[in-house]
């Protein structure tokens, strides 16, 4: 409906939106280069495009004051955007409108498959909201690796054979993600973000990230072609010194939409249907961009302002400083940071069951959790960000995304990476001086949280399991559990 004689297009780089938490250098650039790229093509295509650099002398700061400057310049009858992927920018761009004499839209965002009300419809009336049941009726709507009404293969889930580990051996050489050397544009963002945010996390050395759709595109053929047919067997595995193994890095592109969902599952399931790739992994690939990225997003929209709030475990404690440094000694949580200050980037199972993991068992106030998310991933958006780690991973909702909390002691760890084989700590033990901090933290969350989740039915053989602990081992537990606490907070980054 945009019509070039009569219309126009703003894009701000917004300087609270880089600042209102401490943002990852290489996420500020790939936004910001994503934003550039994309205004060049408008323009190449005949839009009239106002675009605010974030260095421009004339900028107010905010998308509020923005808003408000240039409708004062163009005097536009409607303001229309597309519903945007935070509640807080949602309510910053209606604020702005109010004060203004024009009207407006707010359009359905058609890089997702189902739309806010297809989300509310589905979840009227239902006690719980289940992503399995979410994720079936997505893919009879759209016919989504189906025979008729039946699911390809006869299951609807191949989750169990998707568990794979890399033993002793450790992984073979995989080919890793498709590189993007930066060009004049994506230079001179990194040049402004050096300047403008030094004090910000990360580094910008090794910045590679598509930063325009053709080079997302790009990334998601070179995805298919070498990493999607082993992608399902070892998406839990982890290893030290390779960040990607078989994972895709398109999460960042299609939250930024520079890739349409639909192409992405286009393109894996005729690999399937080319034999290029087994149906377990394509299932699994389709299960986290039709099911849980969509499932989530509704979540999101359905419980918002009031989610964000939610801290149904009731944890107090801040997120600590060497969560954004790597400056610990456990050598999982190190691993991970050094990848994070990096690439800005770690698979789901590096953030559920390792950083995840650890902050819900040390007890940080999910939103803590949230913020330190935000803060130091290239793909992190507030609708995908906050029901993922505060309700996934924190147990922060009471069981609305999940129906368990995910803890573990760092037994698993270490069956599912190589992290531990240099680690100081025993992962098999809970007390003592060389007793793994997840391990100890493990059975204190049990032991504190125990009338909280006892009537869990997903929860009775870890309860029983402490049951058989001695009173002598439980107050041995929480003492070096609290000793811990006190340690790992001592020093905070927010």
Not at 261 to 279: C, G, M
Not at 454 to 463: A, D, E, S, T, V
Request: glycine share 6%; proline share 5%; hydrophobic share 35%.
């Amino acid at each position: 409906g945009f019509d070039t004689a009569e219309d126009a297009v703003l894009m701000m780089e917004v300087e609270e939106e880089a600042t209102y938490i401490p943002q990852h250098k290489i996420r500020l650039a790939f936004f910001f280069s994503a934003m550039r790229h994309f205004a060049g093509d408008l323009k190449d295509r005949g839009y009239t495009v106002y675009y605010v650099k974030l260095d421009d002398p004339n900028h107010r700061g905010s998308f509020e004051a923005e808003i408000t400057r240039w409708a004062h310049k163009t005097r536009p009858q409607r303001l229309i955007c597309v519903r945007p992927g935070d509640f807080r920018v949602l309510e910053s761009v209606q604020a702005a409108v109010k004060s203004l004499n024009c009207e407006l839209v707010v359009k359905t965002d058609r890089h997702f498959m189902s739309t806010v009300a297809d989300f509310e419809a589905f979840a009227e009336n239902r006690k719980s909201l289940l992503l399995e049941t979410f994720y079936r009726k997505m893919r009879r709507d759209h016919d989504i690796l189906m025979k008729g009404t039946d699911p390809e293969g006869g299951k609807w889930n191949f989750d169990k054979d998707n568990r794979g580990g890399f033993g002793k051996k450790g992984p073979p050489k995989i080919k890793p993600p498709r590189s993007f050397q930066p060009d004049r544009t994506t230079r001179d963002v990194i040049k402004l973000i050096k300047r403008e945010f030094p004090d910000s996390p990360g580094r910008l050395d090794d910045f590679d990230y598509p930063a325009t759709h053709e080079q997302a595109l790009e990334a998601l053929r070179d995805f298919v072609k070498y990493r999607l047919a082993h992608f399902g067997t070892y998406q839990d595995a982890m290893a030290a010194d390779h960040p990607y193994l078989y994972h895709s890095r398109l999460s960042c592109v299609l939250n930024l939409h520079l890739l349409d969902p639909r192409k992405v599952i286009d393109k894996t399931v005729q690999a399937y249907r080319n034999k290029n790739a087994p149906l377990n992994s394509v299932e699994g690939f389709v299960r986290q961009v039709l099911g849980w990225r969509e499932f989530v997003r509704g979540v999101y929209w359905a419980r918002m302002p009031e989610y964000a709030e939610m801290n149904a475990l009731q944890a107090d404690l801040p997120m600590p400083s060497f969560m954004w440094t790597a400056e610990t000694p456990m050598n999982c949580i190190q691993i991970c940071i050094r990848q994070l200050i990096d690439h800005a980037y770690a698979h789901h199972i590096q953030r559920l069951m390792v950083m995840g993991l650890f902050a819900l068992i040390l007890g940080v106030r999910p939103y803590d959790v949230h913020r330190w998310h935000l803060s130091m991933y290239v793909d992190a958006v507030d609708w995908v960000s906050l029901p993922n780690v505060l309700g996934m991973s924190q147990y922060g909702d009471g069981g609305i995304i999940g129906t368990k909390p995910y803890c573990a002691t760092g037994s698993y760890v270490n069956r599912m990476s190589d992290y531990c084989a240099d680690c100081s700590y025993n992962p098999k033990e809970s007390i003592g001086e060389n007793a793994c901090p997840f391990t100890t933290l493990y059975w204190d969350f049990l032991a504190r949280n125990h009338n909280r989740l006892k009537k869990n039915p997903r929860m009775g053989l870890q309860f029983r399991n402490l049951d058989r602990k001695s009173d002598t081992d439980r107050n041995k537990i929480r003492r070096k559990a609290d000793r811990l606490k006190s340690d790992f907070t001592r020093k905070t980054y927010l």
